[in-house]
């Protein structure tokens, strides 16, 4: 791939010696935290001499603490620079802030792009009409055209796309509506947006990508454009990106969670990442030139599973833009950016089996020429995040087979072992439990969650409920990584955005796997060592119970009764149900 850099590009990447300085902070920071862990754990074994079985056990906890020890300090840092700068802590991150004013003109010509494949189109265009609408009561609405990028090759589900299509431009005939579809899937997502920009519809000088279940506010696509227009060097810039209200007690939770996890984090990590900053593929604005030229995705040569169109587009255009001299920024804050999350723990497994898929692809694109440093630390990140599950899986086993058939465990402290384990659970936790301190910390953020007594059970439950998933998905996950080694490849399909519920056989038929694994572990834990459940009940009770975990989350009167008594209430349940409201309009917290 060609590579074009303008003067103006070099004078805009050199990296700023204050930036440089936090990220020697953070460097050290992780450094001295993966060594410790490793250390602590290694002490265990060296009393008698470190065997092979302990010396590949060591290796795959060694892998789990890069993902772990990244998480712990970025939402430290969150958490410090949140509680220091208060309402300007964004800024603080990201100084292009500063110069915008919220009633600076929109001049530029944006395209606003939802790309669809087999997705219900009533619910996805509905959302992007709601969008137009609210823009075209501004005065910025002859800015913006809006393209529909159909790759369904479900004929039946394309003519309800045409006719959703044309309702909507016989509704607003004065809008620029566009609608494309392909016959063919070629690149996937990523495929899909490159065909349109090399059309004559896509000429634009920003783009803004939205999934089928993202939902946006005019207020908030209007500041992203204020910060790109006042900042000619930012090739990407987006907000956080938070879920949807929610019926479904498992999406209530999951993205009650995921919501307090990402805010800390986030801000963290936009501290020390500055220009180098993270995309997450739909919700974020794009200037159009240097994408156009410089992140056309290649196809990777060869016939394994890591071969092929590339599945995770999102972090891989995010450092060919910055490799181009344009940063990438993060508003570390929440405001009108939305995306719908999966309605059961069976369908966000299947999600984050295409997302393993696709980031493991990034180990092919380590050696790429150009990259920022700070760029190829993140596509390393994000191989390990999917590592790690693995990993965790191999250490399991393996220290359950060191119990079974290994005298040398018996001479490991107890204590020790404890506080060890104690340690890393806390590292785990560390983004959600930062997240929640914000929270906590401002009597503000607390009135619009319901107030500080239902923020901090809602917490207390979603941990609980996440330390029973996570050892459900990291099989999964494991599984899946087995199945890639043997060809096992993953493609392009529409997810599963919603449901009444998940039904007793599905979930048999998927989580069978992670049910026995749970009681063979359980019974060796059980005959061989009693006391090794002291270490392993929390992971043996989630995966032997993992099909009723899975159906009981999903059941109706659950999410009901969630919504009724506000546990994992959000801002925005208050404003909206998650059937209707045509817009959601949310107070920044």
Not at 343 to 366: A, C, H, K, T
Request: charged share 20%.
């Amino acid at each position: 791939m060609t590579i074009i850099v303008t003067d103006r590009d070099r004078r805009t990447s050199r990296t700023s010696p204050t930036l440089a300085a936090r990220r020697r902070v953070v460097l050290c920071l992780n450094v001295a935290t993966t060594l410790g862990l490793f250390a602590m754990m290694a002490s265990l074994f060296t009393p008698m001499g470190i065997t092979l079985a302990e010396a590949a056990l060591l290796v795959c906890f060694a892998l789990t603490l890069p993902w772990l020890s990244i998480g712990l300090w970025n939402s430290i840092l969150g958490l410090l620079i949140d509680r220091r700068y208060r309402a300007d802590a964004a800024v603080h991150v990201t100084p292009a802030l500063a110069r915008v004013s919220d009633d600076a003109p929109i001049t530029a010509r944006i395209a606003i792009v939802m790309p669809l494949r087999n997705e219900d189109p009533d619910a996805s265009i509905a959302r992007l009409r709601r969008l137009e609408a609210e823009i075209a009561r501004s005065p910025w609405g002859r800015c913006f055209s809006y393209h529909v990028l159909s790759d369904t090759d479900d004929a039946g589900i394309a003519t309800k796309e045409e006719a959703s299509l044309a309702a909507w431009r016989r509704a607003r005939p004065d809008a620029r509506i566009h609608y494309r579809r392909r016959t063919e899937n070629n690149g996937y997502k990523a495929g899909n947006i490159a065909d349109f920009l090399h059309s004559t519809e896509g000429e634009s000088d920003f783009f803004l990508p939205l999934d089928a279940d993202s939902e946006m506010g005019a207020a908030t696509v209007f500041r992203l454009i204020r910060v790109m227009q006042a900042s000619p060097e930012i090739g990407m810039v987006q907000s956080l990106v938070i879920g949807l209200p929610s019926r479904s007690f498992f999406t209530r939770a999951f993205q009650f969670g995921m919501r307090h996890g990402m805010r800390a984090f986030t801000l963290g990590s936009a501290w020390w990442q500055g220009d180098c900053g993270p995309n997450w593929g739909h919700n974020v604005l794009i200037r159009t030139a240097p994408f156009k030229a410089q992140c056309m995705l290649p196809v990777l040569p060869g016939r394994g599973p890591l071969s092929g169109p590339i599945l995770s587009h999102d972090q891989l255009e995010a450092v060919l833009i910055r490799r181009a001299g344009y940063e990438v920024r993060v508003i570390a804050e929440e405001s009108e950016s939305y995306e719908e999350n999966p309605p059961s723990l069976v369908d966000f497994i299947r999600r984050e089996l295409r997302w393993m898929n696709g980031n493991l692809q990034y180990l092919r694109l380590l050696g790429m020429r150009g990259l920022k440093p700070v760029s190829r630390i993140q596509l390393v990140l994000a191989i390990l995040m999917y590592v790690s599950a693995p990993a965790w899986m191999a250490f399991i086993l393996l220290g359950a087979g060191m119990v079974a058939f290994s005298t040398q465990m018996t001479t490991v402290p107890t204590t020790t072992g404890l506080v060890l384990f104690g340690i890393i659970l806390t590292l785990s936790l560390s983004p959600k439990i930062m997240g929640l301190a914000q929270v906590l910390a401002s009597p503000r953020r607390s009135d619009a969650y319901g107030g500080r007594v239902r923020v901090l059970l809602s917490g207390v439950a979603e941990i609980v409920l996440s330390m029973l998933t996570a050892p459900i998905v990291a099989f999964a996950l494991t599984r899946f990584a087995i199945g890639l080694i043997f060809g096992q490849r993953i493609g392009w399909n529409a997810q599963q955005r919603s449901r009444a519920r998940l039904e007793w056989g599905e979930a048999a038929r998927v989580l069978w796997p992670q049910t026995l694994f749970g009681l063979a572990l359980g019974l060796c834990f059980a005959v061989t060592a009693p006391w090794a459940l002291i270490f392993g009940a929390p992971i043996v009770l989630a995966l032997a119970g993992a099909i009723p975990i899975a159906v009981i989350s999903s059941l109706p009167r659950l999410g009901q009764w969630s919504m009724r008594v506000g546990l994992f209430a959000i801002p925005e349940d208050r404003k909206s149900s998650a059937s209707d409201a045509p817009t959601i309009h949310v107070t920044t917290v």
